[in-house]
């Protein structure tokens, strides 16, 4: 035993080599030592992202990481133990975490360690299981925000709405006291994003000249951003609603990357996780109600079905279910 009821070995689902969903596989591996700075997690539920995909191919790889790796960047839980260095949080409490950097292993796993600068209590009002899939989008979504700066009263167009990233940014950017255009994917997506306090809802899969139409019918003005969670010929049309000085923001990765042109500024954005960044994330959550919207739960068992689902459409995000 590691302490108290911790078993030694864990059920994890881990990669020996590179490759498509068929390289995860389900094994016991030992639960992981705990460090002063750092603590242990009974996890609940892990988030499934793209950046997953990205390890799983052996593209984005926390570094000091060695097979057999255990991926997941995003994870919820129960603390079991705590280092001797760690203030603030306490066994039992219910946290969530954005691990980008894991050498000890991820969120596919029964237990996981994370350092505590990345663990922050899970936020009023949002499901634990729910609050796996949070981290890495929410982060970045906020990032996105701060990248644009758009203060209280401002028209943000947020491209790509209905998805993980986008669906939280949507109810962040209201609290922040913006006016938001959320061009969502098809009606469902319509839906999602109207739930979750958007001004004005369009479907990005309808014809482009009616979508700048209704977004200058709605923004006279012009946009003062725009938060693309997605890059392409719609998204470079949508430009054109932009005011003069206005800019559009995007994470790393989006493709193709929106292009420049003449009184538009494009900035790229990362995601950042630091205890600053958790706090502010947390404070703006539970100014009220916030939804994480999970599409699919998946066992750890079905873990590569999880995988291939990333692939297909879907609505805000997807879950593994641990505990």
Request: without cysteine; proline residues 6%.
């Amino acid at each position: 035993m590691i302490d108290g009821d911790v078993p030694e070995r864990m059920q994890v689902a881990a990669l020996d080599e590179f490759g498509g969903p068929e390289v995860i596989t389900l094994r016991k591996l030992p639960v992981p030592e705990v460090a002063a700075d750092e603590v242990l997690i009974k996890v609940l539920s892990a988030g499934v992202g793209v950046w997953d995909v990205y390890e799983r191919q052996g593209v984005l790889v926390p570094e000091g990481t060695a097979f057999p790796i255990v991926p997941g960047s995003d994870g919820a839980g129960t603390i079991v133990t705590v280092g001797s260095q760690v203030t603030g949080i306490a066994e039992g409490d219910l946290v969530y975490v954005s691990a980008t950097t894991r050498p000890k292993g991820g969120f596919y796993a029964e237990y996981a360690v994370a350092k505590a600068e990345y663990v922050a209590k899970v936020p009023d009002g949002v499901p634990a299981e729910h609050a796996g899939a949070l981290s890495t989008d929410a982060l970045t979504a906020l990032a996105g925000l701060d990248a644009l700066g758009l203060p209280s009263g401002a028209w943000l167009l947020i491209f790509g709405a209905s998805g993980g990233q986008g669906h939280l940014a949507v109810q962040l950017a209201k609290r922040q006291g913006l006016n938001v255009i959320a061009v969502a994917s098809g009606p469902d997506g319509v839906a999602l994003v109207t739930r979750l306090g958007a001004d004005v809802s369009l479907d990005g899969h309808g014809d482009t000249t009616e979508l700048l139409a209704r977004i200058r019918d709605a923004a006279p003005d012009g946009v003062a951003g725009i938060l693309a969670m997605a890059g392409g010929e719609t998204l470079d049309r949508l430009t054109e609603a932009l005011a003069d000085g206005g800019a559009v923001a995007f994470a790393h990765g989006v493709r193709p990357e929106p292009s420049e042109r003449p009184g538009v500024q494009v900035r790229a954005y990362d995601g950042v996780s630091n205890p600053r960044q958790m706090q502010r994330l947390n404070e703006l959550i539970e100014a009220g109600p916030f939804v994480v919207h999970v599409a699919e739960k998946f066992p750890l068992g079905k873990v590569r079905e999880a995988h291939q689902r990333l692939e297909t459409s879907y609505l805000g995000k997807l879950l593994l279910t641990i505990a």
